[in-house]
């Protein structure tokens, strides 16, 4: 087995992995995708590694810009202190181990209504706040999830245009 076969496989199965971590964020996400599209590009070489290498650079900048600017400014607007949702995040990531897969996302859940309920100190108050948050973050993530397929898509493209052109 060559190096570009090899290199392309790795690199195939690290962005599975980083489209698993956008969903999952105890996984790394679309800096993984970029990392390994960067090692495929400069192991195979050429003008069109590299072109493929910028596309998903700016599909993979674009996801994240979108998803922080998207949910940072509905947080933001919704008065939701980063204390709520680094709770939230702590919670879950707890959650993940004490009830495997599952456990993430009732864990973010659980925490985030805690720290709100904290804050705000009344119940459907906090499930208001609480559940606008979830679906401003659910919107972040859905849309860096989808550009992150495209990054994946694109170096399916670059794969099949390096091994059969």
């Known amino acids: 087995m ?3 076969i090899l290199t392309s496989v790795l690199v195939g199965l690290a962005i599975l992995v980083g489209c698993l971590g956008i969903i999952l ?3 790394p996400g679309s800096i993984l995708i970029a990392i390994a599209v960067l090692v495929w590009a400069i192991v195979i070489g050429g003008p ?5 290498f ?4 700016v599909f993979v900048a674009a996801g994240m810009s979108a998803s922080l600017v998207l949910t940072g400014r509905k947080l933001k607007a919704m008065k939701v202190p980063n204390k709520s949702v680094l709770l939230a995040g702590v ?3 707890i959650g993940f181990f004490v009830i495997p897969v ?7 859940i659980a925490g985030l209504y805690l720290a709100e309920y904290l804050r705000l100190k009344e119940a459907k108050e ?6 606008e948050s979830l679906k401003a973050i659910g919107i972040g993530t859905a849309l860096e999830f989808l550009l992150a397929l495209l990054a994946a898509i694109t170096f399916g493209i670059g794969t099949l245009i390096h091994f059969l052109g």
């Open 2 to 4: 060559n190096a570009d």
């Open 25 to 27: 964020p105890v996984l």
């Open 48 to 52: 069109m590694a590299w072109i493929i």
């Open 54 to 57: 910028a596309i998903v650079a």
């Open 91 to 93: 919670l879950g990531i």
């Open 102 to 108: 599952v456990g993430l996302p009732i864990g973010f």
């Open 126 to 131: 906090a499930w208001d706040s609480s559940w």
